[in-house]
């Protein structure tokens, strides 16, 4: 785990470790850190409980229109008063009150661990004994001002979306896939029985491509109107079905973010299979995903492999199968445009 911000020590890293890689036993990390950015315009550094409340409970309360299950745990009065305030049963006053008391129990204390581990920057200090909230630091607005801000902000949405889809699911996770859905650009999970839309699939990848292009490490966006708004590319392309047409092409696996450079620009990838050096980074990027929780790891692990070497394999027959079919000399390599993150 700690090589994921080791190789790039970065607050966007920081941040992005904890909302893809901490443990997910409630969504109770994502309302905070939803929270955070809702309250980041208004300058305060010293940010109480009943402040806190009001954005972090309106949160958790949209998110259990969508899914009622939010958490492992088979019983929550915090999460019961949610529910009553969206059955109109509470007021809001009373939710807040209620939010106080109950909600912020333990994600205060968890939300900066990982993997059993605190990670090198907080972007606020617990000061629940003396001002009754917490003091938001100079590496959160620092955050702020980053050109990936809006990216996190998506990204967080799109990491609840998944995990929450799991528990409702509630399903064995193993029986649980994620697809790419290409007309509408989503993934879609699939336990056997029903397909479920989940969320966009650029905010779901973006954090584990650090918002760089998977090929030459530009910065890319998730944010539509902006002119560097990535392309989600095939890194096998589709022709890896004439090799065996049970490989998952639109498999999480095989799925990257790409400046439209690289994807379709004068020199783009197109179909060509990219270089080996290339391949080497998906297995990488997968890598990365698989130290993530359900759904995403476990999709990868029934798609590729459950131990690293044979995901290593996996990847290296769909590799050489392509080779044969558009020429083993053919090979893509972009022209390099940022440092190497991974």
Not at 156 to 172: C, D, I, Q, S
Request: charged share 25%.
């Amino acid at each position: 785990m700690s090589r994921f911000y080791e190789i790039e020590p970065t607050l966007e890293n920081y941040w992005r470790s904890i909302i893809l890689f901490g443990r997910n036993v409630a969504s109770y990390k994502f309302a905070l850190a939803k929270a955070l950015y809702d309250l980041k315009d208004a300058g305060e550094t010293v940010i109480t409980l009943d402040k806190l409340a009001e954005p972090y409970s309106k949160h958790i309360a949209q998110h259990l229109i969508l899914c009622d299950k939010q958490g492992t745990s088979e019983n929550s009065r915090f999460l019961n008063a949610c529910r009553e305030f969206n059955a109109n049963q509470i007021t809001k006053d009373q939710l807040i009150d209620t939010t106080v008391k109950l909600g912020f129990n333990n994600v205060i204390d968890a939300f900066h661990n990982v993997h059993n581990q605190e990670v090198p920057t907080r972007f606020f200090i617990d000061d629940r004994k003396t001002k009754n909230g917490i003091v938001l630091t100079d590496a959160f607005y620092l955050l702020g001002e980053h050109f990936q801000y809006e990216s996190l902000k998506n990204e967080t949405e799109a990491r609840w979306r998944l995990v929450e889809t799991a528990w409702e699911l509630n399903l064995p996770r193993h029986l649980i896939q994620i697809d790419y859905k290409e007309d509408t650009q989503e993934l879609l999970a699939d336990n056997k029985l029903r397909r479920v839309s989940v969320t966009s699939a650029r905010p779901s990848l973006n954090g584990y491509q650090k918002g760089k292009c998977f090929y030459c490490f530009r910065e890319i966006s998730i944010d539509q109107s902006h002119p560097d708004f990535a392309d989600v590319d095939h890194f096998f392309p589709h022709a890896l079905r004439q090799c065996d047409p049970e490989k998952p092409v639109n498999g999480v696996a095989n799925l990257v973010l790409s400046c439209t450079d690289c994807n379709r620009g004068e020199n783009g990838k197109f179909e060509k299979l990219p270089a080996i050096d290339l391949l080497e980074r998906l297995y990488s990027r997968n890598e990365y995903l698989i130290t993530s929780h359900h759904p995403l790891r476990e999709t990868l692990i029934a798609q590729t492999g459950y131990t690293s070497d044979q995901r290593r394999d996996y990847l290296q027959a769909a590799y050489n199968c392509s080779s044969l079919y558009y020429g083993v000399s053919k090979k893509w390599q972009p022209m390099k445009q940022g440092n190497a993150i991974f």
